[in-house]
């Protein structure tokens, strides 16, 4: 975290999901509580996903009903440009992996996992869960060196796959479970845990091992009771907390990699993406179409900015664009 010892500029991107004839992919910097876009383009097609490869390109997605697509990005100064777009199987495309070998996509409609390689030319891996009474939603997929997760929130199933240089090649039994959960994201944690994320029933469950197959820990992802809540996006500062955004409570929640609740704080209308690191906390807030800027002051959260996004649904960090 060199940009973030020396305190100098940090930058983000953050991505839109209802934009209507308005840039929907913002870039913009971070510092001392002052935020700066850069840039700002127009995708066109619900941009609501976006990561970044070891190789230093952006991909994002196109969340819409009917049909799926991936969109590859080289960042050129401040600015992303667009270098190809692939058609992938599927509705509804969500969410995106960048793995060890290829790029891992989710597609909530329809179902499919899959796996494309970095230059978007070939699909390297496609599965779709067989027939079944409960509909499909495939929303998250996360790797480590040996396993790939996939969290299928309407089958309500993490189902885990043994990886051979970085590719699917066996689906073991799935992680062990609470019905009616709807597991939105793992999220692979230090030390070799796993969290997920709970969507259906609000909560946050904690794996030590899961090659043990013990039962979770599981922890309610808000202390506020009083209204359903959904929870969103997941992330882990490399000091170990985990930050969780509820859609519902609308706050943005704290956990230890065991599972201790660390607090909680009131952020925008519906956060459905996060993301964090030492110094900043980023909420994207669909409803109240903003990216909610939050300063950590050592347990603490503190607003500190905002940025005006419409259905702003994803935010990440550039780590690779540090100056």
């Known amino acids: 975290m060199e940009g973030y010892r020396r305190k100098g500029k940090k930058r983000w991107l953050a991505c839109g999901y209802g934009a209507v004839n308005q840039d929907d992919i913002m870039v913009f910097w971070l510092e001392k509580g002052n935020l700066q876009v850069t840039a700002g383009i127009r995708q066109g097609d619900a941009p609501s996903f976006a990561c970044v490869s070891a190789d230093k390109m952006l991909y994002t997605v196109s969340e819409r009903s009917e049909g799926a697509y991936i969109y590859r990005y080289e960042i050129e100064g401040d600015s992303p440009v667009l270098q190809k777009r692939m058609k992938v199987p599927g509705d509804g495309l969500c969410h995106l992996h960048a793995g060890q070998t290829a790029l891992f996509g989710s597609c909530y409609l329809s179902g499919h996992f899959f796996a494309v390689d970095y230059a978007l030319t070939k699909i390297l891996w496609l599965y779709q869960p067989p027939k079944s009474s409960a509909i499909p939603h495939a929303h998250w997929i996360e790797t480590t060196e040996r396993l790939l997760y996939a969290a299928d929130l309407g089958r309500d199933i993490v189902r885990r796959f043994e990886l051979k240089y970085g590719i699917p090649q066996k689906e073991l039994s799935p992680l062990p479970a609470v019905s009616g959960a709807g597991p939105r994201q793992p999220l692979c944690l230090a030390g070799g845990g796993l969290a997920v994320a709970n969507e259906l029933n609000s909560t946050i469950s904690f794996y030590r091992d899961t090659y043990k197959n013990e039962k979770p820990l599981i922890r309610p992802a808000s202390a506020n009771t009083q209204q359903p809540n959904y929870p969103g996006g997941?992330?882990?500062?490399?000091?170990?907390?985990?930050?969780?955004?509820?859609?519902?409570?609308?706050?943005?929640?704290?956990?230890?990699?065991?599972?201790?609740?660390?607090?909680?704080?009131?952020?925008?209308?519906?956060?459905?993406?996060?993301?964090?690191?030492?110094?900043?906390?980023?909420?994207?807030?669909?409803?109240?179409?903003?990216?909610?800027?939050?300063?950590?002051?050592?347990?603490?959260?503190?607003?500190?900015?905002?940025?005006?996004?419409?259905?702003?649904?994803?935010?990440?960090?550039l780590p690779f664009f540090l100056p």
Do not use: H
Request: glycine letters at 10%.
């Open 234 to 317: 997941a992330c882990q500062t490399s000091d170990g907390t985990i930050y969780l955004c509820n859609r519902g409570a609308n706050t943005a929640a704290a956990f230890s990699t065991g599972g201790k609740p660390l607090g909680e704080w009131a952020v925008g209308d519906w956060p459905r993406g996060i993301a964090a690191d030492e110094e900043w906390v980023l909420a994207a807030c669909q409803r109240s179409n903003e990216v909610l800027c939050l300063r950590r002051y050592e347990q603490e959260l503190q607003r500190e900015v905002r940025m005006e996004l419409a259905g702003a649904s994803c935010v990440i960090s």
